[in-house]
Structures are given as structure tokens and as C-alpha cells.
């Protein structure tokens, strides 16, 4: 079994529409949690960071978090054909651990 | 402020030779990681420096190695490459005290093996 596990996708949405991002994860010693984006070519850029359960907002973004479940999702509202690109899901526990990431398309 | 350095960009070797990639961590941070990226993949952990010293090892052979001196700054060194080894390689520095703020990323060496 993977430490941190993702769905690879490709997840495709319309423009303002939600986009939901899942991931889970192995580890119960697991301490935070986040979420990177990585356009094509680049390197991974953190959009947020969770530790508690429950839900945290940043702008368009929603993290939820569910330690008993060791499950974490992103949601990204209004989704902008800016948001295309892969994103990351890692975690923090023993070690600093990636999932393979879900490659996101948002249509114009 | 600067962020994450990483040198070169970009970097040809041909198999069996040896290759050295750097990276200066972000102003403040004293933590380094490395990360391998093959394409379509997540990054996967290579090693952690603090102080240092080796913390941490991901699966990965002997052949890779690191170093980190007084500056924070970092080495990771490959021995006998191999075509296998071509992907893009990835810093990421952070605050030891502070690892719920997360990693902040260089922006890679591109390492291809020919």
C-alpha cells in the first residue's frame, strides 16, 4: 500500500464550476497535511496546509480533513482555466510523502 | 527574498558517469530535502539534511549521496548513472522547528541519461 494515495485522473470541469480533489493516506502518525500545485514543467507550489480535522478555507479553496478516515480533499470553487494543472497531496509523518498527483482540466 | 536555488536547470550525462546538483534553501530555512521526479510521478523522497547530516533516507541506492554545508546550503550527488536516473530533481528546503509551514520547492534540475 502507498503512504499517500491520489485518483490520477485526468479529472476534467467546466469553467465555475467545483472541482474535487481526494486524497488518503496510511500513516495514523501523520501530523499536516497539503496541497501543491505543479503546472507542466514546473515545480510544486503549496496552496495549503491542514492539521486539524474539519474543513479550512483560503479564497476559492476548501481543505477538509478527516484523521480517522486519513482522508484529506481539496475543493477548488469557480474553477478558472488558470487552475489546470496536477495537483499534489502530501503529508507529513514519518516522512515528508507525495501522492502521484491528479492532473485537473478546467474548460473554458 | 530569495526563494529555493537550484543549479543547473538543465544537465545531459551519459550512463556510468558521475553528476553534482545544488541547491541553496530559502533565506531562513536550515532543512533541506531532495526529491526525484520521473515524469507523470510524484516526487519521491530521496534523503533529508539538518545540521548537517543525512536525517532521513527514501528508497533509493548508495548511489546517491548528499552533503550539506554551514550555509544550509546542499549537494546531491549520483554516482554511475544510470538511464533510469533521468528525471527532474527537486529541492525543497523548510524551518526545522516549523514543519507545519510546509516545503518550499526549487524550481528542479532537469537531468537527462543518455
Known amino acids: 500500500q502507498k503512504e499517500v494515495e491520489q485518483n490520477s485522473g485526468p479529472l476534467s470541469v467546466p469553467e465555475g464550476a467545483i472541482a474535487s480533489l481526494n486524497c488518503t493516506y496510511s500513516?495514523?502518525?501523520?501530523?499536516?497535511f497539503f496541497w501543491y500545485r505543479q503546472y507542466s514543467g514546473k515545480s510544486p507550489e503549496l496552496i495549503m496546509s491542514?492539521?486539524?480535522?474539519g474543513d479550512k478555507e483560503d479564497g476559492r479553496f476548501t481543505a477538509q480533513l478527516n484523521k480517522a478516515s486519513q482522508y484529506v480533499s481539496l475543493l477548488i470553487r469557480d474553477s478558472q482555466p488558470s487552475d489546470s494543472a496536477t495537483y499534489l497531496c502530501a503529508v507529513n509523518g514519518n516522512q515528508f510523502y507525495f501522492g502521484t498527483g491528479t492532473s485537473l482540466t478546467v474548460i473554458p | 527574498d530569495a526563494g529555493v536555488t537550484q543549479s543547473p536547470t538543465h544537465l545531459i550525462k551519459t550512463r556510468g558517469q558521475q553528476v553534482t546538483l545544488r541547491c541553496s534553501p530559502k533565506s531562513g530555512h536550515d532543512t533541506v530535502s531532495w526529491y526525484q521526479q520521473a515524469l507523470g510521478q510524484g516526487p519521491q523522497f530521496i534523503f533529508q539534511?539538518?545540521?548537517?547530516?543525512?536525517?532521513q533516507r527514501g528508497n533509493f541506492p548508495d548511489r546517491f549521496s548528499g552533503h550539506q554545508f554551514p550555509n544550509y546550503s546542499s549537494e546531491l550527488n549520483v554516482n554511475a548513472l544510470l538511464l533510469g536516473d533521468s528525471a527532474l530533481y527537486l529541492c525543497?528546503?523548510?524551518?526545522?522547528?516549523?514543519?507545519?509551514?510546509?516545503?518550499?520547492f526549487g524550481s528542479g534540475t532537469r537531468l537527462t541519461v543518455v
Open positions: 500513516d495514523r502518525v501523520s501530523q499536516s
Open positions: 539534511y539538518y545540521e548537517e547530516e543525512e536525517r
Open positions: 525543497a528546503s523548510s524551518f526545522r522547528d516549523r514543519v507545519l509551514d510546509g516545503y518550499t
Open positions: 491542514i492539521y486539524s480535522n
